[in-house]
């Protein structure tokens, strides 16, 4: 599988941006989708994740309330929509995906993504 994301930008604080990453290759039935980020100088962390089978979504509490993740399963494609950025939202936004369905709280976790594509840069102006 081949993950490609995109959408990232250049976009003043309270702004919006939508991501999207897109599945090529092989397919499965289902993919569950996780999007995570690193700052500059920080280690990479969760931001939201949308499970395969029934599309329940789970997000970190840095982005809750102002992020939405869904998926397209006919174009293989997910997205993220992020709303009111702020400059610390500014990072690199990775795109994962894994063929398995687990419990929500296990969405957070790299170690269960098995394809990982290059992130998109998005950066917030103050």
């Known amino acids: 599988v081949q993950l490609q994301a995109s959408g990232g930008g250049l976009v003043q604080a309270g702004g919006s941006l939508r991501l999207s990453c897109t599945a090529s290759?092989?397919?499965?039935?289902?993919?569950?989708t996780g999007w995570f980020r690193q700052a500059p100088g920080k280690e990479r962390e969760f931001v939201a994740a949308i499970r395969g089978n029934d599309g329940h979504p789970r997000y970190a509490d840095a982005v809750k309330g102002r992020s939405t993740i869904s998926r397209d399963k006919a174009k293989n494609m997910a997205y993220l929509r992020m709303n009111s950025l702020r400059p610390e939202d500014t990072a690199v936004y990775y795109c994962?995906?894994?063929?398995?369905?687990?419990?929500?709280?296990?969405?957070?976790?790299?170690?269960?993504?098995?394809?990982w594509g290059k992130g998109t840069l998005v950066t917030v102006s103050s």
């Open positions: 994962a995906v894994t063929p398995k369905n687990y419990n929500t709280g296990s969405y957070s976790r790299e170690d269960i993504y098995d394809y």
């Open positions: 290759g092989r397919t499965f039935t289902y993919l569950s």
